[in-house]
């Protein structure tokens, strides 16, 4: 009987339908990216009539968001795209994913919109003077933007035309950076559902008509499997590593753990801990838009508080440091164009990290100026010698397992300890011991 029932359950297993699920809960990035095409190859292993995105993106980098379109636009199963929990946001990168959906649904409380492409060249102030080659370079950046910004309307309109959405909305989205609520989305037809959580929404589409690859397909959501899809070790570290503030921790342990090592030649740990972060680093840069310019200015910065220790300027070099090091870390990342931003915090904490290392390490080196050396003849001074013989008035001594050849101005007995008074020409001086 049990084996019969255990049957039964196998084959109930096998003739139910699967969906999968996944949740993307970051900002875009190749990460994401990957983590959706694995998906679809899951979905396809656990025969799944769906794939459902629990979506809540500040939006993300726009390579990886096209990449991420292609794999929707080409499925062979519908994707749903839920801007889930309550409270969460599709912006950016986010409304182009929702756009490109075969379903697209948010929770109360959630937003949609802010689409705008961001220009990744820095931007000039108009000129004051009439030059006319600074007039030129100045239309030649607002022509750059025109396109990008077109590029970008051609592109969600598009979108929007072959998945039958608001395609008004979806220009202002982009144009003028619109954003609304899940209730007006749904009122303006930008979404298709909404729904106040998972099982809420596979009961609003059952028996929904869409269509996917020129197939029309019913949706049925009635006794089904949901499998939660978890991201790899791979997807995991390439998450990890685009968001700024990793990339950001690897930059700073590179540069510390080089310094340290340069400051103590052979002790291999700090070495080696910097020269993996520096890869990493330049790994995580590689795949995020970064200023070149911001990153100089924290290199600067670390320099000139290394230079107040070693140089002495006074607190001029320190100051500078940091101020530099600080003004490169905000502006080493843009928020708009990442959909995240380095954490305010986390830029306080290594600044003031290093200014408080800086000052330490500047007070400790000159304790070392001032202390005696501890090497050299200057080190022998002070030592009890024992003496060994007298001969033409010179003596021979016994000082740190040496014998030494010394010289004395009153007469001292052999077999007696003696104190060394001073050292020339390698010829100690020395005195009775007091």
């Known amino acids: 009987?049990?084996?019969?029932?255990?049957?039964?359950?196998?084959?109930?297993?096998?003739?139910?339908?699967?969906?999968?699920?996944?949740?993307?809960?970051?900002?875009?990035?190749?990460?994401?990216?990957?983590?959706?095409?694995?998906?679809?190859?899951?979905?396809?292993?656990?025969?799944?009539?769906?794939?459902?995105?629990?979506?809540?993106?500040?939006?993300?980098?726009?390579?990886?968001?096209?990449?991420?379109?292609?794999?929707?636009?080409k499925s062979s199963i519908p994707i749903v795209m839920f801007v889930s929990p309550k409270g969460s946001r599709a912006a950016s990168a986010g409304t182009y994913l929702m756009y490109a959906s075969h379903i697209a649904a948010m929770t109360p409380g959630s937003n949609i919109g802010s689409a705008t492409p961001v220009n990744l060249m820095p931007k000039t102030p108009s000129p004051i003077n009439?030059?006319?080659?600074?007039?030129?370079?100045?239309?030649?950046?607002t022509t750059m933007e025109k396109k990008v910004v077109n590029d970008a309307i051609a592109y969600i309109k598009s979108i929007a035309e072959f998945k039958n959405r608001n395609i008004e909305w979806a220009i202002s989205a982009v144009e003028k950076a619109k954003n609304i609520s899940s209730e007006e989305a749904l009122k303006l037809k930008v979404i298709d559902y909404m729904a106040d959580d998972i099982n809420d929404l596979l009961n609003k589409i059952h028996?929904?008509?869409?269509?996917?690859?020129?197939?029309?397909?019913?949706?049925?959501?009635?006794?089904?499997?949901?499998?939660?899809?978890?991201?790899?070790?791979?997807?995991?570290?390439?998450?990890?590593?685009?968001?700024?503030?990793?990339?950001?921790?690897?930059?700073?342990?590179?540069?510390?753990?080089?310094?340290?090592?340069?400051?103590?030649?052979?002790?291999?740990?700090?070495?080696?801990?910097?020269?993996?972060?520096?890869?990493?680093?330049?790994?995580?840069?590689?795949i995020l838009p970064f200023s070149i310019m911001a990153l100089f200015l924290i290199i600067l910065g670390v320099i000139f508080m290394l230079s107040e220790v070693f140089i002495s300027g006074f607190g001029i070099l320190g100051f500078a440091g940091i101020i530099s090091f600080s003004t490169g870390s905000f502006l080493l990342f843009d928020e708009k164009t990442l959909g995240q931003t380095l954490s305010f915090?986390?830029?306080?904490?290594?600044?003031?990290?290093?200014?408080?290392?800086?000052?330490?390490?500047?007070?400790?080196?000159?304790?070392?100026?001032?202390?005696?050396?501890?090497?050299?003849?200057?080190?022998?001074?002070?030592?009890?010698?024992?003496?060994?013989?007298?001969?033409?008035?010179?003596?021979?001594?016994?000082?740190?397992?040496?014998?030494?050849?010394?010289?004395?101005?009153?007469?001292?007995?052999?077999?007696?300890?003696?104190?060394?008074?001073?050292?020339?020409?390698?010829?100690?001086?020395?005195?009775?011991k007091k």
């Not at 003496?387 to 001292?412: F, M, P, Q, R």
Request: hydrophobic share 45%; with cysteine; aromatic share 10%.
């Open 130 to 141: 009439k030059d006319k080659k600074d007039k030129k370079q100045n239309n030649e950046k």
């Open 345 to 432: 915090p986390l830029i306080i904490a290594f600044s003031f990290t290093s200014l408080v290392f800086f000052v330490f390490l500047m007070i400790y080196l000159l304790k070392i100026r001032k202390s005696k050396t501890n090497i050299g003849l200057s080190t022998l001074i002070g030592l009890d010698v024992e003496i060994i013989s007298l001969k033409d008035n010179e003596y021979k001594v016994y000082c740190n397992g040496e014998i030494w050849t010394a010289k004395s101005k009153t007469k001292l007995d052999i077999k007696k300890i003696a104190e060394v008074k001073s050292v020339k020409d390698l010829i100690l001086t020395i005195r009775r």
């Open 207 to 286: 028996d929904k008509k869409i269509l996917v690859n020129n197939k029309n397909i019913i949706i049925n959501t009635k006794d089904i499997n949901i499998i939660f899809f978890p991201p790899s070790l791979k997807t995991q570290f390439l998450i990890a590593i685009s968001n700024p503030n990793i990339a950001y921790m690897f930059l700073m342990i590179a540069l510390y753990g080089i310094f340290f090592e340069m400051m103590n030649p052979g002790s291999i740990f700090p070495g080696v801990i910097g020269a993996t972060s520096a890869f990493l680093a330049m790994y995580a840069l590689n």
């Open 1 to 73: 009987m049990k084996l019969i029932f255990y049957l039964l359950l196998f084959s109930l297993y096998l003739f139910s339908s699967n969906i999968t699920h996944i949740r993307i809960h970051n900002a875009i990035s190749p990460g994401t990216s990957l983590y959706l095409e694995n998906a679809l190859i899951e979905s396809k292993k656990q025969n799944s009539t769906l794939l459902l995105i629990e979506l809540d993106t500040p939006g993300g980098l726009s390579s990886s968001m096209r990449d991420m379109i292609k794999n929707i636009l």
